[in-house]
């Protein structure tokens, strides 16, 4: 899997208990209060007055839309991490859970009413405008004691610069002499980032470092912008995905797997983040073109066949 598979399938993890708001909220909340005695439907009819859904929160008066879209999947992911804390959320400018979800999804059927399309297309937008309000985020916390805090000199984007260089072939002992370190410095420095990385429930690093890798490394393929709808169709994409899924489960390396394909790890990464940017740019289309593909590859790896180019 590639870089960004990974983080979205973290991401998704955490939304997990986030997503089913578009089709189904309404009924859920129907049924929520049907299991109500009076006494708390009447609460709930008070606790619901206490806000109006149709404004935004204090702070957020002045952003763009698509930095409210960004902020509201930040806010979410947070909220979950910190087990629904309802401190957290009146920091935000929300009374409670309920003001935030009613909020959130108020906005986002604004939004696509605005823009003219489905809630399923603009699921699409949320997860971009989501990535780009963390790397806007990211700038503001490079101070002492912030997230993004160089490490001894070192930034993110110098620490995935280096890292990127390896993953397409270099030395490390090269590598690291384009941020003027040595060895004993970057292994400090590496593991210091790593561990950040894995500690940052916000996916600000994971987010800087996923750009900086893409745009800093290349493979067979050349680097990010080499590829393309004609080089590199979705219907490849989603194969190689699969193969990785059913192959990696029987058992298969995988870099093997990829290099069955004629791809580098560093491929696939960068095919990943044009494919990340392709789908959420248009959810609908790309959502039931991969349910329709996948049908087909499961059942050509599901038993163990292999593309036709692997040898184990």
């Not at 708390?40 to 930095?67: K, M």
């Not at 979800?101 to 399923?120: D, N, P, T």
């Not at 050509?300 to 036709?308: F, L, T, W």
Request: aromatic share 10%; hydrophobic share 35%.
């Amino acid at each position: 899997m590639g870089l960004f598979d990974k983080f979205k399938n973290k991401a998704e993890n955490a939304f997990g208990k986030e997503q089913p708001e578009y089709k189904n909220q309404d009924e859920e909340i129907l049924d929520e209060n049907s299991e109500m005695d009076e006494e708390d439907d009447e609460t709930e009819e008070e606790e619901i007055d206490n806000f109006d859904v149709t404004q935004r929160p204090r702070g957020w008066e002045n952003l763009s839309d698509d930095d409210v879209l960004g902020k509201i999947g930040v806010v979410a992911l947070e909220n979950y991490n910190r087990n629904n804390d309802i401190n957290y959320l009146k920091e935000e400018g929300f009374e409670n859970e309920r003001h935030f979800h009613k909020f959130k999804e108020h906005f986002e059927i604004m939004v696509a009413q605005k823009r003219g399309i489905s809630l399923m297309d603009l699921a699409g937008q949320v997860a971009i405008a989501q990535q780009n309000y963390m790397l806007k985020q990211a700038q503001t916390k490079t101070g002492a004691g912030g997230v993004m805090e160089p490490v001894e000199g070192i930034t993110c984007e110098d620490w995935a610069m280096v890292n990127a260089k390896v993953a397409s072939g270099g030395k490390v002992e090269d590598s690291i002499k384009l941020i003027g370190i040595d060895l004993a410095k970057w292994d400090r420095v590496n593991n210091e980032w790593l561990t950040r990385m894995s500690n940052d429930t916000t996916f600000t690093i994971s987010s800087v470092y996923a750009k900086a890798f893409t745009t800093s490394s290349s493979g067979n393929l050349g680097g990010t912008a080499a590829i393309n709808e004609q080089n590199f169709p979705y219907e490849k994409y989603v194969e190689i995905f699969v193969a990785q899924e059913k192959l990696n489960a029987q058992g298969k390396d995988a870099q093997q797997i990829l290099a069955s394909f004629g791809l580098t790890v560093v491929d696939w990464s960068n095919a990943s983040a044009f494919w990340f940017q392709k789908f959420h740019e248009n959810t609908e289309k790309y959502y039931h073109e991969e349910q329709r593909l996948r049908k087909i590859y499961e059942e050509k790896y599901k038993a163990g066949s292999m593309h036709g180019d692997i040898e184990f």
